[in-house]
């Protein structure tokens, strides 16, 4: 029987992808046999310790270091591609910038920061994908979304907002896609223990108030996204498109 999640001859590009909810994608898809671009903006370190870790599977793995918060971002895209020869056929926009504050308190440069990481790059990574895709008949791209969508935070009006536009973004794309057998879905994870959250979670009293909203009860850990992601960039996922799955507990629920 064929194995539909192998990745075997596919290559992923996941941005954002040394640490956190991006590390745990890059893992999941490495070990299902795919070749790998890890993209990170400034942490070597932690990009070169999962390409080693994702390299133990046998693939072919790349480090992109590239702040998507540029204006090139396509065109960077595909002058790293053609450089070497590794043009992508799944796409995970992982990458995000996030800044809390309140809302009148946002800045100019705080409100383009996040949505040219959030959303622009997004869009235009997508236009640096989709030929390659369709001239292959195949492709899959996935955006990480948020909780946010439904239960904003107070203190990031502007990564809220932008974590909506991705979502409105896949229902459009979808049915342009479909054709090609490209799909393209949003992962909404909830509260997820990672290094941008470190801090906050080791508060107590903050942590304790984030799992009263969480249904389940706990605060979920990447691996909890790594491998829904692992479906919807596989063969078992060829039949989910324009879809948002939210990967949170139940935290988007409301009572």
Known sequence: MQNRYDLTGKTALVTGGGQGIGKSIVLALAEAGANVII????NTSLA??????????????????????????????????????????????????QIRKPWDQVTGKDFADQMNVNVRSTLFLIQGVAPYMKEKGWGRI????????????????VYAASKMALVNLVSNLAPQLAPWGVTIN????????????EAVLANPEYRKLTESKIPLGYVGTP?????LALLLCSESGRYITGVDYYVDGGMGLSF
Not at 223 to 227: R, V
């Open 223 to 227: 691996e909890d996204c790594g491998q």
């Open 186 to 197: 949003t992962l909404s994870p909830g509260a997820i223990g990672t290094g941008r959250n």
């Open 142 to 157: 996935l955006n990480i979304g948020s909780v946010q969508q439904k239960r904003p935070h107070r203190e990031m009006c």
């Open 48 to 97: 070169e310790e999962t390409a080693e870790l994702a390299g133990q599977f046998g693939n072919k793995i790349w480090l992109w270091p590239y702040d998507l918060v540029q204006e090139e971002v396509k065109e960077s895209y595909l002058a790293f591609v053609a450089e070497h020869q590794c043009p992508v056929d799944i796409l995970v926009t992982n990458a995000s910038y």
């Open 39 to 42: 993209n990170y903006r400034s």
